[in-house]
């Protein structure tokens, strides 16, 4: 035989497996003997056995028919594989095996990790608010000032990100006080403000239309232009 043999030999052998089944099977509490019969079932789902037997798993592996039999009990007691009836196009009664409960746990297990990773990465958020907070206050927060800080993320739904971005117009305009900070939130909460972008274009244009007013009501004196430190092009 030559190579080229050998190669589509391993490539008949390939079947489809979720990298998540791999990777989350101990999480779920599976062994690696039931991992390798669910694999094994699902390898003869693909080549058309949805009902392999316990003699034919264990054909495959290195246990009995008996642990086989074992094992497929305990997965369905868990919930991993069910047993399913149908009627074939002629009307034979058949039984097979349904993987559908092991993705919908695979499902569960994806989304309770994205959940967890939303949560973790909130709390990295909020603790490095309250260091930026206290580092430019210059001292630790008061119990009020920390539930002021809570409120705004928790009520008012304002992202850590928004309410450095004030803080640090706070900072810039020297009036370093929660009362300021708070009302810098309130106004880019009513104008729809919620990513630093738009932090950014709603600045430029209050700016410009403060700078049109100015220019409206000062009296036509030559002066040297002041100017103007823009915090959020830093």
């Known amino acids: ?36 019969l669910l694999l094994q079932v699902i390898h003869f789902s693909e080549k058309g056995n949805d009902f392999p037997t316990p003699v034919e798993l264990s054909g495959r592996m290195a246990v009995t028919a008996f642990d086989c039999t074992e094992m497929l009990r305990a997965l369905i007691q868990k919930g991993f594989i069910e047993i399913i009836d149908g009627d074939s196009p002629e ?11 092991l993705w919908e746990k695979l499902i569960d297990r994806f989304l309770l990790n994205r959940k967890r990773e939303k949560v973790e990465a909130r709390q ?29 993320m928790d009520d008012d739904q304002h992202d850590p990100v928004i309410i450095k971005a004030a803080l640090r ?39 410009q239309h403060q700078g049109q007013a100015r220019q409206a009501d000062e009296p036509k004196v030559k002066s040297r232009p002041v100017p103007f430190y823009n915090w959020l092009e830093q």
């Open 1 to 36: 035989m030559q190579k080229a043999d050998f190669l589509d030999w391993l490539r008949a052998g390939n079947i489809t497996i979720p990298a998540a089944l791999l990777t989350e099977y101990k999480n779920m509490h599976l062994t690696e003997q039931e991992l390798v």
């Open 91 to 101: 009307g034979i009664r058949f039984e097979k095996y349904s993987l559908e409960p």
């Open 124 to 152: 990295v958020e909020e603790t490095d608010l309250y260091t930026c907070f206290e580092k430019e206050f210059g001292r630790p927060l008061s119990p009020f000032e920390c539930e002021t800080l809570a409120m705004w």
């Open 169 to 207: 117009e706070a900072v810039i305009s020297g009036k370093l006080n929660f009362r300021y900070i708070d009302r810098i939130l309130f106004e880019w909460k009513k104008n729809g403000i919620k990513t630093i972008e738009q932090a950014k274009s709603y600045g430029r244009k209050f700016r």
